[in-house]
């Protein structure tokens, strides 16, 4: 199973269109996890329009994803725990609160957004997976997004690239 992992694609504020590197990937997905921050409705059905999607608020959607999005999401896919959430509040680490999330509720991985920073990384066994940004790369040297391919066990990557067109 492919997993395209998307957050803070901030549309069209920060991009008229998906990056074709990315559509290119959407196109052979089985799936696509958005972690908040679509930006516009807009944006939603144009992911939407590339096969199925779960996704999350995020903290600058408009009040109409606001209503159509919830908090987190919990899945589960071929087997493996994956919990979803932007990340976004007051206290703590984007990190620490997207862990917080998900606390006492077993997960194998968490997927997060906000801070547009790509993290791949394990803590307590939990694989915690943030793709950065494909249209917004802030202070970032490149843009990103993830995938995961799922079988018996998960295997994440980031794409990296330098244009967003």
Known sequence: MKVIVLSDTHMPRKAKALPKILQKDLEQSDLIIHAGDFQSLDSYYELKSFG???GVKGNVDTLELQALLEEKQLLTLNGISIGVV????SKLTTEK????AFEGIKTECIIFGHSHIP???YVDGTLLFNPGSPT???RQQSY???ILTLNSEIHAEHVFFDHKE
């Open 136 to 138: 917004d790369k802030r």
């Open 86 to 89: 932007h990340g976004h509040g």
């Open 119 to 121: 993290i791949l990384k």
């Open 144 to 146: 990103s997004y993830g």
């Open 52 to 54: 199925k999607l779960v």
């Open 97 to 100: 609160r997207a862990i917080a």
